[in-house]
């Protein structure tokens, strides 16, 4: 969600399995990759080890600014998914003023892409 500009760092995006790795809050359990368990000795250890692995990467790889190739937010997955999704979740004031749009049968975005 960063990429996309809905927040400037991943441990602003509750669903991000970053506030996992670095504080253990999260509103999911996650299982812990073998890259993650490599990190240290202890939980404190991997959580600093990993928070400063991200911040590099992240900065590195120009990820904490707004990505041009997600110009719009999608919603992949089955036609029925999608309806779904746009159904239960257009509603939310994040999306008040957005109309969807399919751009094929297996993808929608929730406003017009520029073109």
């Known amino acids: ?4 500009g809905v927040t400037k760092h991943p ?3 509750k669903w991000s399995s970053y506030n996992q790795h ?4 999260g ?17 404190k250890e ?18 904490l ?7 719009y937010g ?3 997955g089955t036609e029925s998914f999608i309806k779904e999704i746009i159904t239960k979740y257009t509603s939310h004031k994040f999306y008040k003023n957005r109309k ?10 929730l406003r017009k892409p520029n073109t």
Not at 65 to 71: E, R, V
């Open 46 to 63: 991997k959580r600093k080890r990993y928070a400063a692995m991200m911040e590099e990467r992240m900065l590195e790889k120009g990820l």
């Open 100 to 109: 969807s749009y399919f751009l094929d049968s297996q993808t929608a975005c």
């Open 11 to 13: 441990k602003e995006w």
């Open 1 to 4: 969600m960063t990429r996309n």
């Open 74 to 76: 999608l919603i992949l």
């Open 22 to 25: 670095t504080n253990g809050k």
């Open 27 to 43: 509103p999911v359990v996650i299982d812990f990759h073998d890259i993650y368990l490599s990190l240290g000795d202890t939980v």
């Open 65 to 71: 600014s707004k990505q041009p190739h997600f110009p």
